[in-house]
């Protein structure tokens, strides 16, 4: 059941990412050449507005499993909130993470695309960059919250805005505490503690949208595994997986940790980067 206290942390948190995206476009727009003063400038300006963002969401998170905790136990641990900077989500410098966009830029301009498509594509790296880290900042400072609290289990909750495929089947599914919650370009996902009764430790949360989804499968597919119910949470493509890991599989980004993907995505390895 969606209560009011989830709705408020939703909204918040939306807030907080659709003004940081919004900032992080602008700026892109108006540094003008791209050059390498346009970067130290960009560095600046945006970026402890970014992390501000970050370290805003990672306090919204911890408040809402906080109150959580008191509604169901009537106690809530103390602790630290998770420090959200980008050093810390990602495990990379902020400096190395935000030049990317930059590197995007040149990278189409030496394959001999124009000027304007090049900076477009630059600017798509940093919105993704900036909102990844928004939601890097809501699942680490959940997972620090959860860690402090009695809850043992947790689950993967749609907001309506962003929520693909992948978000929905994903969403039918519980999680343990101390897992981190998978992410993918664009994810606003959000996580919400539940309780299991003792010796219920069931995996489907969701039966009717999964059922839903057995049936959207079935009508474009001509048929549908009625045995699909783990969908990947909790597995890693080097395992032998049967059931919906058909079409989803969660696979560890040394970076950003784990990311849902469909089996059939394609990605570099050290390989092709040598």
């Known amino acids: 059941m969606v209560t009011r206290l989830d709705l408020a942390y939703d909204r918040e948190v939306h807030n907080v990412r659709t003004r940081i995206i919004a900032v992080a476009e602008r700026t892109w727009r108006g540094l003008g050449s791209y050059r390498d003063a346009d970067f130290d400038r960009m560095l600046a300006s945006l970026i402890p507005r970014v992390e501000s963002a970050q370290q805003k969401i990672s306090n919204l998170t911890d408040a809402y ?7 169901e136990f009537g106690t809530a641990r103390d602790g630290a909130v998770f420090n959200a900077s980008t050093r810390n989500l990602r495990g990379v410098d902020t400096e190395t993470v935000y030049h990317r966009p930059f590197a995007s830029a040149y990278t189409a301009l ?4 124009a000027v304007q498509a090049a900076i477009a594509e630059g600017e798509r790296r940093l919105v993704d960059i900036v909102s990844s880290g928004v939601q ?3 699942t680490h400072s959940a997972a620090n919250a959860l860690e ?7 689950m993967r909750t749609l907001t309506g ?7 929905t089947i994903a969403s039918t599914q519980r999680y343990h505490r101390g897992d981190l919650l998978p992410i993918h370009p664009g994810c606003d996902c959000g996580v919400k503690p539940f309780v299991v ?9 969701n039966e009717s949208l999964l059922e839903s989804v057995h049936d959207q499968i079935a009508s474009k597919l001509g048929d549908s595994d ?3 119910r783990l969908l990947g949470i909790g597995k890693f493509e080097k395992n032998q997986i049967s059931e919906y890991t058909d079409l989803i599989l969660t696979r560890e980004h040394g970076e950003l940790g784990p990311v849902l993907t469909w089996r059939t995505d394609k990605f570099t390895g050290s390989k092709e980067i040598n």
């Open 161 to 167: 805005r962003e929520n693909c495929a992948m978000c």
């Open 226 to 228: 009625r045995g699909a």
């Open 136 to 138: 890097l900042s809501k």
């Open 110 to 113: 030496s394959s001999g695309k």
């Open 197 to 205: 009764d003792p010796g219920d430790d069931y995996q489907i949360i």
């Open 65 to 71: 499993i906080r109150k959580q905790a008191l509604a």
């Open 148 to 154: 402090k609290s009695k809850f043992t289990k947790f």
